[in-house]
């Protein structure tokens, strides 16, 4: 099993910047691909970027590239999410998920296995 544990988020102006980060615990040597979701009040959850971790190769949603940069640190089994110039309308509640079952995965939450409890991000006006 794989805990995963996400801080950083909060309350920031339109145009700011945060930096979410994932804890995982547990049978961590088990996570292929570590990915980031945002799900907004009544809207489905929604693919945000993912690491693989053993090659560190990315994938960001084309709604984010540029702006986002997600990282990893194989020594804290920590996976960052660097958000830059953040809008109103990205406010959500942000996940990370693990994917375990294989290393091919594709950029929908069905394709992760294990979830935080999520952090909210609100951005301002």
């Known amino acids: 099993q794989v805990q995963l544990v996400e801080s950083g988020g909060g309350l920031v102006q339109s145009g700011g910047s945060l930096r979410l980060s994932c804890a995982a615990s547990?049978?961590?040597?088990?996570?292929?691909?570590t990915g980031w979701f945002r799900q907004a009040p009544g809207k489905e959850r929604e693919f945000v970027a993912a690491?693989?971790?053993?090659?560190?190769?990315?994938n960001y949603a084309d709604s984010v590239k540029g702006e986002f940069t997600i990282s990893r640190d194989n020594a804290k089994n920590t996976v960052y999410l660097q958000m830059n110039s953040l809008k109103p309308e990205e406010a959500a509640v942000y996940y990370c998920g693990a994917r375990t079952r294989g290393p091919w995965y594709t950029p929908r939450a069905e394709s992760f296995d294990s979830w935080g409890q999520g952090t909210q991000v609100t951005v301002s006006t």
């Open positions: 690491i693989t971790w053993s090659t560190g190769s990315t």
């Open positions: 547990g049978r961590t040597s088990t996570i292929y691909t």
